[in-house]
């Protein structure tokens, strides 16, 4: 018989086991010599192959941690205004994925955290598992998030320390960027009624939302009704603006860490419409959200030869 290459394991054991044994033993030696107060990382989940995030104050807790496909959460989030239950004092450590070390950046030149009260445990990352997968299985091709098929930030440049070494990576077919030029070949009517028949499916949970790091806001606006910026029950008109108003306002900010599609029950793949978004301000401004904190992005600083053509 056969076997379906689709399914067979990507990379060995090995790695994973070498990455989380590097986690733990940098980990309990920032915990032991009280560099920092606490480890924001991954610890195994309740169900076979899960991990969940953890907030780690003991270095003899620190073998808890680990990093194995499950780790997709961006822990980023648990630094932000939107976590106030998550206790910080003094110097933090926090395990960060390339993608993660993006919204880090974002964060830091947004004013959100300062770098000099982070310390970065970066993870060489090979690819974490997409939102359905059987998480019970190896990572494998059919598994793999359809982000990481086409990551450029497999290695955390800029981290104080990096966990492990990256294996060598196969050859995946991308699949984000073939739908996105699919719908770039659409005409505006057609892209209008794709964009509309997906975000009918809405049911305005915010879990999009929710995991986050940029939507730090302590009131959002959408949450006000006195005025009213957008209408708050899911119905198709409400819909359709809340999801332009959020994409709209993570241009030249959003990570690709796609956690938000992950998140949504409803399946809506909105990393197409953050990547469409991305790819836009890479086109117009010769700009995009990277490593290296910025202070000030292109949709909010002005300069005399900024493009005008959308002008009318």
């Not at 006195?226 to 409400?238: H, L, W, Y």
């Not at 959003?254 to 086109?283: F, S, T, Y």
Request: a neutral charge.
């Amino acid at each position: 018989m056969n076997k379906d290459i689709s399914t067979s394991p990507l990379f060995d054991d090995a790695y994973y086991a070498a990455v989380t044994a590097a986690i733990r033993s940098e980990a309990t030696k920032l915990l032991s010599e009280g560099t920092v107060s606490e480890v924001i990382g991954y610890v195994a989940g309740r169900r076979p192959g899960t991990a969940m995030p953890a907030v780690i104050t003991d270095p003899d807790r620190a073998n808890d941690l680990i990093f194995s496909p499950g780790c997709r959460n961006n822990l980023s989030l648990y630094l932000t205004k939107a976590k106030k239950e998550v206790p910080k004092s003094g110097k933090v450590a926090i395990v960060a994925k390339g993608c993660d070390m993006r919204a880090l950046a974002g964060l830091i030149g947004e004013n959100q955290l300062k770098r000099e009260n982070l310390h970065i445990i970066g993870v060489a990352c090979a690819g974490v598992y997409s939102a359905n997968s059987d998480q019970a299985k190896p990572l494998s091709e059919a598994s793999i998030a359809r982000k990481c098929r086409e990551c450029k930030v497999h290695l955390p440049e800029g981290a104080d320390f990096i966990a492990g070494d990256l294996p060598q990576l196969p050859q995946l077919t991308p699949i984000e960027a073939a739908e996105l030029a699919r719908l770039e070949a659409m005409t505006p009517e057609e892209r209008w009624a794709f964009w509309k028949e997906q975000f009918s499916r809405c049911i305005r949970c915010l879990a999009c939302r929710q995991v986050c790091p940029f939507c730090f806001c302590e009131q959002c606006l959408c949450d006000r009704n006195r005025p009213q910026g957008i209408e708050s029950t899911p119905r198709p008109a409400g819909n359709m603006a809340w999801h332009i108003v959020r994409a709209m306002h993570l241009t030249g900010r959003c990570g690709g860490c796609a956690e938000c599609e992950r998140a949504c029950p409803m399946d809506i793949p909105l990393n197409l419409l953050n990547r469409k978004m991305a790819q836009e301000m890479k086109e117009l401004y010769d700009f995009e959200a990277g490593l290296t904190p910025q202070e000030k992005g292109p949709l909010n600083e002005y300069k005399e030869d900024d493009d005008q053509s959308f002008i009318k």
